[in-house]
């Protein structure tokens, strides 16, 4: 799981889709639901991270999955402003034979400055 994280801090942006499963659903902070494509496409063409962290608080097994709730804390740029955000991520994971896949996350945003 830190590899994705890792992947989306270093913008290795095929590295990232690689780990998210072909039905991978995200929610973000506004409520609004993406796709796979639409999520990765988001990540390409937005703003350049500048620092990641992602920390699991918790993680649970439940039958074929896991859950994992997360605070998070990142610092990006987009057309020459800096911003900041932090708050919780809930994903599911999955074992696959190609290795484990997220399935779903939901972000929510506790700060932005």
Known sequence: MQETYAAVAAGRWDAYAARLAKDY?????????KDRERTVRDWREGATVLELSVQPT???????VVFVLAKY??????AGQTRES??????????TP???RCLATHFTQATET
């Open 73 to 78: 804390r990142c610092v990006d740029e987009k």
């Open 58 to 64: 918790v993680a649970r097994e439940a039958g074929e």
């Open 98 to 100: 190609e290795g484990w």
């Open 25 to 33: 659903l995200s929610v973000g902070p506004d409520g609004t639901p």
């Open 86 to 95: 932090e708050g919780t991520l809930f994903e599911i994971w999955k074992p």
